[in-house]
């Protein structure tokens, strides 16, 4: 069993930065991917990043490339969101994810979610 808890979510001015972290406790392996996902109000949850413990491998959705970084601390178990240039249609509920496995971007794909966390980008 793995339990996740995100930490973060706040307001945030657009342009500023935001860094989102994922604490994961209980049996997790090397063999796991972590993913952070999105949604906003009326909206289905997006995949938003993604990355694989046993390889480093990560990947993110086109609308956060060259903006949000995704990243782990082993030592810690914990994974992190960096965002900067946050825009207005960043608003939304990121949640933190894991699945035994490779990276997908089904969110019905994962196994285990955090509660979530707001993030509030004003114009």
């Known amino acids: 069993q793995v339990q996740l808890v995100e930490f973060g979510g706040g307001l945030v001015q657009a342009g500023g930065s935001r860094r989102l972290s994922c604490a994961a406790s209980g049996r997790t392996f090397r063999s796991y991917t972590m993913g952070w996902f999105r949604q906003a109000p009326g909206k289905e949850r997006e995949f938003v990043a993604a990355i694989t413990w046993n390889s480093g491998f990560t990947d993110y959705a086109d609308s956060v490339k060259g903006r949000f970084t995704i990243s782990g601390d082993i030592a810690e178990n914990t994974v992190y969101l960096q965002m900067n240039s946050l825009k207005p249609e960043d608003t939304a509920v990121y949640y933190c994810?894991?699945?035994?496995?490779?990276?997908?971007?089904?969110?019905?794909?994962?196994?285990?979610w955090g509660q979530g966390t707001h993030v509030t980008v004003s114009s």
């Open positions: 994810a894991a699945r035994f496995g490779t990276v997908r971007h089904d969110r019905y794909q994962y196994d285990y």
